[in-house]
């Protein structure tokens, strides 16, 4: 098993791509404590399940753009596990609409939850990380930081923000074994995208290459590769995972 015993954060594991490397790592042998925002009977839905498999799966509810919360959530961490090896910041909302129309609090709403609560659970969670033999941190941002998106000034904003983030503590944290990396989803199926016009779905889908949009096992597995050993030898880099949508060069 590539996560065996590996202690594991995962924030907004309630559903989509989270719920998903939830149940990857699960299956992987990794013991996991995973983050819901307000959906408490999904979260403890995924942990019966889990549990009911024999896998090591626990739930706390925690609003990363909350300070006290990112907090609470250390003393969660060191009472669940004692300390910890991988965190994947995978918490992500949007609040899509044209500049012109976007007010102040969409902008703050995003950027608070997408990029601000990413540092701040972070830095948090260093001094635990920083113990652990082999740390790895994970960023989810979006093809939407990387190529920018009409409608998501704040939401590309953000994302583009974790990309610069990841590079930035992949830097500081080479020499203390700690590995940070972020992947950049495409379009993947999930309540996020559900919101999206069929129109857009349908532009979208014309620019991928593979002709569909993706599944977040599709995610759970990328994030699964850089939470493992597998990936040792990369720090500060983004994995897109788009089906070829973008094609960074
Ligand atoms: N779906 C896509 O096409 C796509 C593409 C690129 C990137 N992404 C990124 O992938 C990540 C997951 O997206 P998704 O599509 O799976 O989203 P989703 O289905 O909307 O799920 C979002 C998850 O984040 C949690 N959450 C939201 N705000 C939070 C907060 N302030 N504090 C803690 N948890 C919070 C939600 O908890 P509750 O269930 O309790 O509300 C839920 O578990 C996000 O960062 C998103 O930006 C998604």
Known sequence: MLLDQKRVLITGGSRGIGKAIVERFAEEGAHVLFTY????????????????????????KADVSQQEDCQA??????????????????AGITRDTLMLRMSLDQFDDVVNTNLRGVWML?????????????????????????????GQTNYSAAKAGVIGLTKALARELGGRNINVNAIAPGFTKTEMTDKVPQEIIEQALSQIPLKRMGDVKDIANAALFLASNQSDY???QTLVVDGGMVMPS
């Open 234 to 236: 990369m720090t500060g």
């Open 37 to 60: 925002k307000s959906n408490m009977a999904s979260a403890l839905d995924i942990v019966e399940i889990l549990s009911a498999k024999g896998y090591h799966v626990h739930t706390v």
């Open 73 to 90: 959530l250390v003393k969660h961490v060191q009472d669940t596990f004692g300390g910890l090896d991988i965190l994947v910041n995978n």
């Open 122 to 150: 972070t830095q948090a969670l260093l001094k635990p990380l920083l113990k652990s033999e082999k740390g790895k941190i994970i960023n989810i941002s979006s093809v939407s930081g990387i190529l920018g998106n009409a």
